[in-house]
């Protein structure tokens, strides 16, 4: 059975920064896409940054310049580097790995910026 597995949330200062991990257990095979996503209170959970096709990269408007998406496709695994963190970066952030015939997603980390 297919487990990615989140590390790294916790809770930091305006203008600090977290490293957020995401590793695939289990056999995956030809994975198409990875990404990390989120989900405020009240909010629809949104893509923040994610490989698309061709091995391009993908961020959402308000995260350009302050986060770098990296990844391993051989060893299913895909971080997410935030730096000059905002409160309004308040969420639970997913990972996600697709491809043919699945969909999986982390069960969630806590990233709580103060102001």
């Known amino acids: 059975q297919v487990q990615l597995v989140e590390s790294g949330g916790g809770l930091v200062q305006a203008g600090g920064s977290l490293r957020l991990s995401c590793a695939a257990s289990?056999?995956?095979?030809?994975?198409?896409?990875m990404g990390w996503y989120r989900q405020a209170p009240g909010k629809e959970r949104e893509l923040v940054a994610g490989?698309?096709?061709?091995?391009?990269?993908d961020y959402a408007d308000s995260v350009k310049g302050r986060f770098t998406i990296s990844g391993d496709n051989a060893k299913k695994t895909v971080d997410l580097q935030m730096n000059s963190l905002k409160p309004e970066d308040t969420a639970v952030y997913y990972c996600?790995?697709?491809?043919?015939?699945?969909?999986?997603w982390g069960q969630g980390t806590q990233v709580t910026v103060s102001s």
């Open positions: 996600r790995m697709n491809g043919v015939g699945y969909n999986y």
């Open positions: 289990g056999r995956i095979f030809s994975i198409n896409t």
């Open positions: 490989f698309i096709s061709g091995g391009r990269t």
